[in-house]
């Protein structure tokens, strides 16, 4: 950032991966102020994400996308992220560990043009976009990623024809008491003769903690 001093959502973002413990690899933060100018400016044609405040977007979507990294890290075949949408969490993942390889799949034609747009600019060589109904994809896949896709039974129902016996689907919530619902109508389903595995993670994502977030853990055995 060449001495200048720093925008106020730069700070929030420096501070935020800190306290993830997340290294900050040279050009990380240039890169990241990229896509949040991208982000914004598509956002006024597109409507990515329901804010333009450049603190929000980095404490509700960056942050929050990168407070399962932990949980990721490691894997060696490619994480699917279903519903892209603006690129949470995958793009945020993305940029923080290279060796990571994320499928974005996205079947709005205009979202999709963002994250093929942001992956060329951004240089993110470890991201791929299927523009496509998460129905029409094909391939297997051990962990699913999943931010704002309906419920729990919803998204189990969009992501079990792909996923592999031992696989994981790693979604994002809020409220406790929301998720306990998700999970009962999930249990109550009969998951088509599946044993699954629930666990729920508080997860405490720097500059948002007023707010309850957790991440629901579904596990195929």
């Given amino acids: 950032?060449?001495?200048?001093?720093?925008r106020p959502e730069i700070r929030i973002l420096v501070d935020g991966l800190e306290r993830l413990g997340i290294d900050r690899a040279p050009?990380?933060?240039e890169r990241f102020q990229l896509f949040i100018d991208e982000l914004l400016t598509w956002n006024k044609k597109t409507n990515?994400?329901?804010?333009s405040d450049r603190d929000e977007v980095?404490?509700?979507h960056i942050l929050d996308s990168l407070?399962?990294?932990r949980l990721i890290n490691g894997r060696t075949t490619p994480i699917l992220d279903i519903g892209a949408g603006?690129?949470?969490p995958s793009i945020p993942l993305a940029l923080v560990e290279g060796a990571l390889l994320f499928h974005a799949v996205e079947k709005r034609k205009k979202r999709a043009m963002f994250l093929r747009n942001v992956a060329v600019i951004l240089g993110l060589q470890n991201l791929t976009v299927f523009e496509k109904d998460v129905r029409e994809l094909k391939g297997a896949y051990d962990t699913v990623v999943a931010r704002g896709v309906g419920d729990l039974l919803e998204l189990f129902r969009l992501a079990e024809r792909f996923l592999k016996e031992r696989g994981m689907i790693i979604a994002y919530k809020g409220k406790m008491s929301e998720i306990e619902k998700e999970v009962a109508r999930l249990r109550a389903d009969g998951k088509n003769g599946k044993n699954l595995s629930l666990h729920i993670q508080k997860v405490?994502?720097?500059?948002?903690?007023?707010?309850e977030r957790n991440i629901v853990i579904i596990e195929v055995k």
């Fill in 48 to 51: 990515l994400v329901g804010t």
């Fill in 1 to 6: 950032m060449n001495g200048a001093t720093p």
């Fill in 58 to 60: 980095v404490r509700r």
């Fill in 67 to 69: 407070a399962a990294l």
């Fill in 86 to 88: 603006a690129g949470f």
């Fill in 204 to 211: 405490d994502v720097p500059s948002l903690e007023e707010e």
């Fill in 27 to 29: 050009g990380l933060i």
